[in-house]
């Protein structure tokens, strides 16, 4: 029987606002597998989303739909899985809500699930899966669509909502299941893989904002330090940046900090 070593952590970007993260892992009950998610809420410009709910209430239902389909169905792939999951929460507030609104509750997804055979990945929006084979080489599974928007398009509420789950812009997990087309997904072959991490942006930024190593320094720093540690290091680094060049950080992501979660899984 397969042995895996897990640990999550997730903090929010403020003690004071509820945290819009979302993570959770699962194994089966033969055993021989496992699951992850992770969901990073959008959080939307201020004024109407359509929503009587939440960000918050939106991940929690369309994790927990995620990790049961995917740990109990796994004989679907992770695409169908998602868009099963979108529309079983779409249906949870359909009645009360306007989800046809562009800034209706919507999330980053990653999502990963291994056997004695295969690991199967799917990643939507600016999220990040990091692989790890067993000799040391580190790959990252990313959806790079946001990356391509220029950052002055960005800082506008109404040209961003123009580009949601449009052509030409960028998809996030929001009402419509058909985005799950949209995801980067794939597999490799379990005997490639020794060990798996799961990112938010938030806990991300220690490699692609703040730069301080790559991929593999931080699987390293994950696997010596924790999913924790990680997010600590990242909390001082935002907190030094913050006061030396006023906020570069938020330059980029709009928050000098922001919800940050990460798991990390040694197969």
Known sequence: MHRALATLASEPGHPERPN???????????GLGGCLVVLDGVTP???????????PWFTARLGGALIELSGSQRDIPLTEILALSIRRTADAH????DLSHARTPQ???????????????LVLSDSTLLLES??????????????????????????????????GGFFTAAADPEVADRAVAGRTPRSRVGALAA??????????????????????????EGPLGLIGRVRALERADAV??????????????DDATAVYVRL
């Open 20 to 30: 819009e993260d979302w993570a959770s892992l699962a194994v089966p009950a033969s």
């Open 45 to 55: 410009p201020p004024g109407d989303d359509g929503c009587v709910h939440g960000v």
């Open 94 to 97: 359909r009645q009360s809500c």
């Open 107 to 121: 999330a980053t997804v990653v999502a990963a699930r291994w056997d004695e055979r295969w690991v199967e990945h």
């Open 134 to 167: 067993p000799d040391g080489e580190v790959s990252a599974v990313r959806d790079d669509r946001l990356d391509r928007i220029p950052l002055e398009t960005l800082r506008s509420s109404s040209a961003t909502d123009a580009l949601r789950n449009q052509e």
């Open 199 to 224: 990112l938010t942006d938030g806990a991300s930024r220690w490699t692609d904002l703040f730069e301080r190593g790559g991929w593999p320094e931080l699987m390293g720093l994950l696997r010596t």
């Open 244 to 257: 030396r060049e006023g906020a570069r950080a938020g330059a980029r992501r709009w928050k000098v900090h």
